[in-house]
């Protein structure tokens, strides 16, 4: 979790893996710590209790910074434009961007949840860096078409499309089932 708005999705995406059989390694950013605060209540200790791990950010000794550690994929939830950039360009400065480096260099599953709104020229292109390097980029966008109708019910629509995009589908996420569905529940 970096320090980009939207501690939220880390929150939910991290209450919905603690459900499944998942092994959930977390870095937390410093910035990520302050955001998660700022917007939900909530504390570190509070993402560190639903993951089977927590790693400092400066820890480079950690498994995840090697090739060797084998890891299904990493989501990173909410990135910022900092740290998506710095993955774009190879920059490895802490265990974060070296454990998506790595996700890269394996060719593990990397999922970015970029939180920024206008996208300029130069984010759009390291989009596309990451996406030719084989990350899969994408933005918390939440569908409306099953009528939500709670914060939590928007943020769950875009953390369950990440969950599909990591294999570890939420069976309890609502699938659009076609309009008479979406009819019947409003």
Not at 7 to 18: C, E, F, N, S, V
Not at 36 to 64: C, H, M, Q, V
Request: proline share 5%; charged share 20%.
């Amino acid at each position: 979790m970096t320090g980009a708005s939207g501690g939220i999705y880390a929150l939910r995406l991290l209450q919905k893996l603690h459900r499944s059989a998942a092994e959930i390694h977390l870095i937390l950013s410093r910035s990520g710590e302050k955001t998660l605060f700022l917007e939900t209540g909530k504390r570190a200790a509070d993402l560190k209790s639903l993951a089977n791990y927590a790693w400092p950010i400066d820890d480079i000794s950690a498994p995840l910074a090697s090739g060797s550690f084998t890891t299904d994929g990493m989501i990173i939830t909410p990135c910022s434009i900092h740290t998506m950039s710095a993955i774009a360009c190879g920059i490895t400065a802490n265990l974060l961007t070296r454990a998506a480096d790595v996700a890269l260099k394996e060719r593990r599953r990397l999922i970015l949840m970029v939180r920024e709104s206008p996208f300029h020229l130069g984010h759009l292109r390291a989009m596309t860096a990451l996406t030719e390097m084989g990350a899969i980029v994408a933005p918390p966008v939440p569908g409306f078409y099953n009528n939500p109708e709670t914060i939590e019910e928007l943020v769950d629509s875009s953390v369950d499309r990440v969950l599909d995009l990591i294999g570890l589908p939420d069976e309890q996420a609502r699938r659009w089932n076609g309009p008479a569905a979406a009819r019947e529940k409003s």
